[in-house]
């Protein structure tokens, strides 16, 4: 089964992001499950390298990482943020409208946060 994950908010402030990795991260490590996450609007965020955050609390970054399968990124938001590639987490990479397009024909399921 094949689940994309389309995040839009910020990775803090509230915990839409953050449970959405959550349960992202969960349904992965399930026999049978591939996920596939796409971050756009202030979801960008949650895929920036460096994160720092008190002890204690989630860390977005590590989050995204520990979700694996395919993450992409949206470039045009990246752009308005000033985000560049080589600020991203490992694994996570730019990527276009087109493609999340093609994840979307392609996925079983879509779960949108």
Do not use: H
Not at 93 to 101: G, I, K, N
């Amino acid at each position: 089964m094949q689940t994309l994950f389309i995040l839009n908010d910020a990775p803090y402030g509230n915990e839409r992001s953050y449970n959405a990795l959550r349960l992202a991260k969960a349904l992965g490590k399930r026999d049978g499950e591939s996920v596939r996450l796409f971050l756009m609007g202030d979801a960008v965020a949650c895929a920036k390298a460096g994160q720092k955050v008190p002890d204690g609390y989630y860390n977005a970054g590590d989050m995204v990482r520990m979700v694996g399968g395919d993450v992409g990124l949206c470039g045009t938001c990246l752009d308005a943020r000033g985000i560049k590639a080589d600020d991203l987490v490992e694994g996570a990479r730019r990527s276009t409208l087109a493609e999340l397009a093609a994840w979307t024909a392609e996925a079983d399921k879509v779960l949108i946060f």
